[in-house]
């Protein structure tokens, strides 16, 4: 578990829970092999003997500072006694008393100079060394203990990553930090005694985050919710008692409007392993009951979910087999049926032999963040962040001084318009937990990792009836002809938020069978204010005579009929839409601003209509069900004002018959 640090400014970021299982497990395997049944005790000392036999059975009722006085006692009586050595060695380092520590591997290299021990002792020392910031010293120590390990392959490992994490902090050593501030969230957030794993929507007005009432086992871990009203977050309450039971819930994950979410949940009989993934849906403003996601999780263990914009992919850590060390990070992703698929390994790229975990995919779906403890760094355990490019995820990169010490750094939130970052900030003595809360701070745009998103919300209607209904929402990337995002209107309200990166063209189509799609052209190079988003409301028309829409998204060259490679998409949503519906006949008009001559103006509209018709041919829609037409400019949408007016009176209209 990370040691935080209120006098230290820099970020301290919360542990998960699996961490101080792990710890204590691996504690009691030490134990349970220095049982007197198991290894021969290099003491002739009787009473040296006899007293780290009471150590052991005091660590096995949980009574270690028992157990650490009985060691220290039991070396008293001979200091050349290398088990009793070891097992003080191994609690302090778990209660974390550096000065102890210290000492006491001084003393095992006095004594026992020769040995393993004093191999493990000298990595020990390097360990104190690096934290306290004496790379030169960590250095030397390091060096040490390599020469004398010989077979505990274990040892050496520890020995070869640490002196990796020295060589790459002196390569930082000239850099100077960013200065980032920590400011605690209002005090209705943090009421709990812990609170860690924040994550928000991407309007920013709706944080989900995990918290306990108290710091002992005996209170559960539960999942609670806030929401921003008038610029202020009320009172978090208890998400739902569909979700939330006796059983440990937490580090859940949201989409982009917090309609879906992923959680891990331990213990639950309907898991697969002992801690698993599972999903819940919001209808309204009512959670439905959670679901494991079988196609995820298996008999290991699953945690740490991170969901995308969309709800389409989930990153997740977990300690299957067929990965690259003890805990990777996988993803799965949906079909074009809304079937989760086999989960993928991120590959050698970002998992190392070592441990990867607490993946956070940001909003623009293209920047992960991770903590590891396998890649060069600051500390045992690091954040650090890698971009999708392409189909490949580029080499990770440390995040920093800024961000990373020599502690341990774990779970981080960026929001979607990249100025805030969130964590959670722990608060120890002598290693026990006492409080943690959540805090946060402003990011410069020095320490940006990727794109910026804002995002495009509104509610979907019946252009007829005006009522909310659910409809299919998709935004494809006009540079690559790929879709971007993809999710459905909320059932009951008919809202949707979809994620937009800064910069980049976007095809909106908005769809509902007995329904012609809506689609809208999004440019969007630079929003001021990308948290504030924008607001579009959508109007389908029922298919019906009459019904007509405008072709936002097709594209000819200036003063010509020749369609552009842009226009293939929307003409293949209409070859689809044509193809459900075969009875149905249209009508394609063009239309264009008043630049120009009457007669020029008439003429390119028809040709214009002409050439979607022949492509409507070629994807083989019958050429009796389809009419071109040509009005030239005398149907203007406005009044030719200015280019944008301009700009919507040059269209391409579909026209039920």
């Known amino acids: 578990m990370p040691v935080c640090d209120r006098n230290i400014k820099l970020l301290k970021i919360s542990f998960m829970r699996l961490k101080v299982l792990f710890t204590f497990l691996v504690f009691i395997c030490h134990w349970a092999q220095a049982q007197p049944g198991n290894i021969i005790l290099h003491t002739e000392n009787e009473k040296a003997k006899a007293l780290y036999l009471k150590a052991l059975d005091m660590e096995k009722i949980r009574r270690f500072d028992l157990a650490m006085e009985h060691l220290e006692d039991a070396i008293k009586k001979d200091d050349e006694f290398e088990e009793a050595y070891n097992q003080l060695i191994k609690n302090y380092e778990m209660f974390g008393f550096k000065v102890k520590l210290e000492k006491l591997h001084q003393e095992a290299l006095k004594h026992l100079p020769l040995t393993q021990l004093a191999a493990k002792a000298h990595i020990g020392n390097a360990e104190i060394f690096f934290e306290k910031g004496d790379m030169n010293a960590a250095e030397s120590e390091v060096d040490k203990s390599i020469n004398q390990i010989t077979t505990d392959l274990a040892l050496k490992t520890r020995a070869l990553q ?48 995990t918290a306990s009432r108290g710091i002992h086992q005996m209170y559960e871990e539960n999942i609670y919710v806030s929401r921003k009203l008038n610029g202020v977050w009320l009172s978090p309450q208890s998400i739902s008692p569909l979700i939330n039971s006796p059983k440990n819930e ?157 502690k341990d750094e774990s779970g981080l939130f960026i929001t979607a318009s990249g ?32 794109p910026s998103c804002t995002f495009l919300t509104g509610t979907i209607y019946d252009a007829v009836s005006k009522k909310r209904i659910e409809a299919q929402i998709e935004l494809v990337n006009m540079a690559t002809n790929k879709n971007e995002f993809s999710m459905q209107s909320d059932k009951d309200f008919g809202t949707y938020t979809a994620v937009l990166q800064q910069a980049k063209r976007y095809a909106m189509f908005v769809s509902r069978p007995g329904y012609l799609f809506h689609s809208l052209a999004l440019n969007f190079d630079s929003v001021a204010n990308p948290e504030e988003g924008l607001k579009q409301d959508v109007y389908l028309e029922p298919i019906r005579p ?14 010509k009929a020749d369609l552009l490679p ?92």
């Open 419 to 450: 100025k805030t970052g969130l964590f959670c900030l722990e608060e120890r003595q002598d290693r026990e937990l006492i409080s943690s809360e959540i805090r946060m701070f402003k990011i410069p745009p020095t320490f940006n990792k990727g």
């Open 250 to 406: 937490g580090t859940s994950s949201i989409n982009a409007d917090a309609r879906i979410m992923v959680f891990t949940k331990c213990g639950s009989p309907e898991g697969q392993g002992k801690c698993d993934i599972f999903m819940a849906e919001r209808v309204g403003n009512n959670w439905k009951a959670p679901k494991p996601i079988r196609e995820i999780n298996s008999p290991y263990w699953e945690s740490h979910p991170s969901l995308s914009a969309d709800g389409r992919k989930i990153f997740f850590t977990s300690a299957r087999p067929g990965g690259q060390g003890k805990m990777d990070i996988w993803c799965a992703e949906k079909d074009t049926n809304d079937k989760w698929q086999v989960p993928y390994n991120l590959g050698k790229n970002i998992n190392t032999p070592y441990n990867e975990e607490t993946p956070f995919l940001h909003a623009n779906g293209e920047t992960l963040y991770f903590a590891s403890d396998g890649h060069p760094g600051f500390g045992k355990v690091d954040l650090f962040y890698t971009r999708k490019i392409g189909n490949e995820w580029i080499k990770p990169i440390n995040l920093g001084k800024e961000i990373n010490t020599p």
């Open 162 to 209: 640490l002196r990796q994490n020295i060589k790459f902090v002196k390569g930082e050593s000239g850099k100077i930090p960013e200065n980032l501030v920590m400011e605690p969230l209002s005090d209705p957030l943090n009421k709990f005694k812990l609170q860690f794993f924040p994550a928000m929507t991407v309007d920013e007005n709706f944080m989900i985050f």
């Open 566 to 657: 842009a226009s293939l998409l929307e003409l293949r949503k209409v070859g689809r839409l044509l193809s459900l519906n075969p009875t149905m006949k249209i009508e394609i008009s063009g239309h264009t601003d008043d630049v120009g001559k009457d007669t020029d103006n008439q003429l390119l509209s028809q040709k214009r209509a002409v050439a979607v018709v022949e492509h409507l041919v070629k994807q083989g829609i019958v050429k009796l069900r389809l009419k071109s037409i040509g009005f030239g400019e005398t149907k203007p949408l406005n009044d030719n004002a200015d280019e944008g007016k301009r700009l919507q009176n040059r269209r391409i209209e579909f026209q039920v018959l």
């Open 546 to 559: 009459g019904a007509t829409i405008v072709l936002n998204n097709l594209f000819f060259e200036s003063g």
